[in-house]
């Protein structure tokens, strides 16, 4: 909301004695304040005065005067209605104009410095966003500052200053800073441009002090006209001054050349000097006659003094013309006017031309350089030598000489300053830009052994992300290791499995003779042909040892087989199950591929099936077990075998019982029939997992 409008005794006339309005811009006298000494160094663009001040302290001589701040660094306090009318006349935001409805709170910024120089923007809520961006609040021209630099939050406490996350970073009455709580007059830097923080409230508070204080305090004394008699004897008598006078106003003298005669002390040496070419009129005196006076020496006396009258007043009105003056020196002239053009090129930053006029100058009029301009001009020139060939190495990104060069360029003026701080804080980025394009690059690479080198040399806010960078890097680049290691490990795997069957492929062919006849059921014949085989291959330790083996496996197969075969026929299937089981092992471990093996699995699992029914008759319930499953595995069709199963799973459930019942009257036979049940049933039945937990349980107490 806007300011709250002051009582009218702050308004118009407070503090002044004869209650006039305030003017709208007062001007102060030209001797009411002293002008401000300036460096030697910034100061020598225009003629210094006779009293130590120059062109600078007095910038309303060249139309450069900034009436917002005064010349010591003070606020200027002038009354609510000079501010009003300076706001209404002064440069406006394309937001900030008498229309709009502001709804914030009584708070603004405006811009002294940069780009933007004189724009101002009051705030339209609780936040203000100050950047380059155009959906900031105050989007700013100023190419240094970020695109969202920072924001001002309004809150009970004030106004915090915030700072997003610029690069150049913001500086709050000249520290770096990221968050501090602003007061009415904080100067904030954002790149080249400074602005100014303005509390309406704070502001009009200060005026009303200072009106209060004009109005407490006793008025001053007027000065008294001086009449024209008086004024004019007071100069005749050199002890009366006018202080207005602008001859004596010292600003005035050291800005502009006077004429000798205005000088003080001027008129005492042109008495000195030329008192008889043109004296004062002889003071009137008055005499008497004497007594004993003739009438005719009398009457002498008085046509004599009349004539001498007449000839001093023709003499006082005649009108004489002035000598003419001398004819002006050309080569003064135009060393004056290139000291002008020396003064414009060092203004315009032409260091260089500035010199080169400045010699010109001296050429023609030795000793007009009164001022050091050319010698300014030079330093100021090797401090912009300096500048551009730091500005080239960084451009090559040789960043230690840049920085080596900045370090030793010597020192300028405030703005070649603020350039050379300026080329730093675009070293210290550009290089860590660069370093960090470097290390893109490298992890783009997935080298994590160029990477570690360059995490110094990043800038400190960009390091932890890379590093994790790395360390993701290096993590990932182990993960990859660790699977090419396994798919190593399984290709040589696969090859070597590859080569394993390929060798048995190999080894098989050597054998199919062998192969054939024992199929065939020539079981010595096969033996006699192995020996064949070895004589042909007789390098090969593998074809060898398989002939070995087979000469030793294939005569126990014969025995197993026959004696299975003479058993299974002549109707003893429970004991033909004994020898064909080990004639089925012995078939295997041969590793021969045919149709004998399948026949002895049907006789196995129709001997098992006759050997199960006879055991679950005996009460022989694990065996029975054994034999169906068995008989089951080779021909799963068998229903023989499957009905089988199922009268011996009631009876090892009926068994269970029986165990259960005994195991705390009998636990000795309780045991026995567990273990039974146990090994009687299938993997996964419920019943063998209960036995299993009460013969657990009766472990201990049959121990005991």
């Known amino acids: ?76 306090v002038a009354s609510v209605e000079v501010l009003r009318e300076e706001a209404s006349e002064g440069p406006e935001d394309e937001d900030d104009n008498s229309d709009a409805t502001r709804a914030g709170p009584p708070v603004l910024v405006e811009s002294l410095e940069g780009p933007d120089k004189g724009r101002k923007k009051r705030f339209q809520g609780v936040r203000l966003v100050v950047g380059r961006g155009k959906d900031c609040d105050f989007v700013l021209t100023d190419q240094s500052v970020s695109r969202r630099h920072l924001e001002f939050v309004y809150g009970e406490k004030g106004v915090v200053m915030r700072d997003l996350g610029s690069v150049s970073g913001t500086k709050v009455n000249d520290q770096r800073v990221d968050e501090c709580l602003l007061k009415h007059g904080d100067e904030i830097a954002v790149g080249k441009t400074r602005l100014r923080f303005v509390d309406e409230a704070e502001q009009i508070k200060e005026l009303r002090a200072k009106a209060d204080s004009e109005k407490d305090a006793p008025p001053k004394e007027k ?85 001498v009258l007449l000839l001093v007043m023709g003499l006082v009105f005649a009108k004489q013309d002035p000598p003419p003056p001398p004819p002006p020196d050309p080569k003064i002239a135009k060393s004056t006017q290139l000291m002008q053009r020396a003064r414009e090129s060092v203004r315009s930053g032409e260091f260089a031309d500035a010199v080169r006029f400045v010699d010109e100058a001296e050429k023609l009029n030795p000793g007009v350089d009164v001022d050091g301009l050319g010698k300014a001009a030079r330093k100021q020139q090797a401090v912009a030598e300096a500048l551009e060939q730091a500005r080239a190495l960084i451009g090559e990104n040789k960043f230690e000489e840049a920085r080596a060069k900045l370090a030793a360029a010597p020192q300028g003026t405030a703005k070649s300053d603020e ?65 090419a290691a396994r ?50 291959n007789k390098a090969d330790k593998d074809i060898r040892d398989r002939a070995r083996d087979l000469k030793r496996l294939i005569p126990l197969f014969k025995t197993a087989f026959e004696d299975g075969q003479r058993k299974y026929q002549s109707g003893a299937l429970e004991a033909a199950v004994k020898p064909l089981r080990r004639a089925a092992e012995l078939y295997r471990q041969i590793g021969f591929s045919g149709s004998l093996v399948n026949s002895i699995d049907e006789q196995l699992a129709s001997a098992s099936v006759s050997a199960g029914q006879a055991a679950l008759k005996r ?86």
Not at 263 to 290: L, M, N, W
Not at 435 to 460: G, H, I, N
Not at 500 to 519: G, L, M, S, W, Y
Not at 657 to 679: S, W
Request: proline share 8%; charged share 35%; hydrophobic share 30%.
């Open 1 to 76: 909301m806007p300011p709250r409008r002051p009582p009218p005794s702050s308004r118009a006339g407070t503090g002044r004695p004869d209650g006039a309005p305030a003017e709208r811009r007062p001007k102060p006298a030209a001797s009411g304040r002293a002008s401000r000494p300036a460096p030697e160094e910034e100061d020598w663009s225009a003629p210094e005065s006779e009293d130590g001040g120059s062109d600078e302290a007095r910038p309303e001589l060249y139309g450069e005067d900034d009436s917002q701040r005064s010349l010591t660094g003070e606020t200027r």
């Open 419 to 483: 350039e050379k701080t300026h080329l730093e804080t675009e070293l210290q980025e550009k290089e860590g830009q660069f370093f960090v394009s470097q290390t893109d690059a490298a992890l783009a690479s997935r080298d994590p052994e160029a990477v570690r080198p360059l995490l110094a040399k990043l800038p400190e806010n960009a390091r932890p992300i890379y590093q994790q960078k790395l360390t993701d890097l290096e993590a990932e680049l182990a993960k990859e290791a660790t699977d």
């Open 487 to 536: 798919q190593t490990r399984i290709r040589n795997a696969s090859a070597a499995d590859s080569a394993k069957r390929r060798r048995e492929e190999q080894v098989a062919e050597a054998f199919i003779d062998v192969e054939r006849r024992f199929n065939g059921g020539d079981f010595q014949r096969a033996v006699l042909e192995c020996d064949r085989v070895v004589d042909k």
């Open 223 to 307: 000065p008294a006209p001086a009449k024209e008699g008086g004024r004019a004897s007071g100069a005749a008598r050199g002890s009366d001054v006018d202080p207005n006078d602008p001859r004596f106003n010292e600003a005035t003298n050291a800005n502009y050349k006077l004429s000798d005669l205005m000088r003080p002390g001027a008129q005492s040496q042109d008495r000195a000097a030329g008192g008889a070419s043109k004296s004062r009129p002889p003071a009137r005196s008055v005499s008497r006659t004497p007594q004993g006076m003739d009438p005719k020496m009398k009457l002498f006396a008085i046509g004599g003094g009349v004539v």
């Open 619 to 704: 009460g022989d319930l694990g065996a029975a077990s054994t034999h169906f499953r068995e008989a089951l595995r080779l021909n799963p069709g068998d229903s023989r075998a499957r009905d089988g199963l199922s009268t011996l799973q009631k009876r090892v459930e009926e068994l269970f019982l029986q165990a259960y019942i005994q195991r705390d009257r009998d636990p000795q036979a309780a045991t026995e029939k567990f273990k039974i049940v146990i090994e009687a049933s299938a993997e996964d039945a419920d019943v063998k997992r209960k036995a299993e937990m009460y013969l657990g349980e009766m472990q201990p107490k049959s121990g005991e």
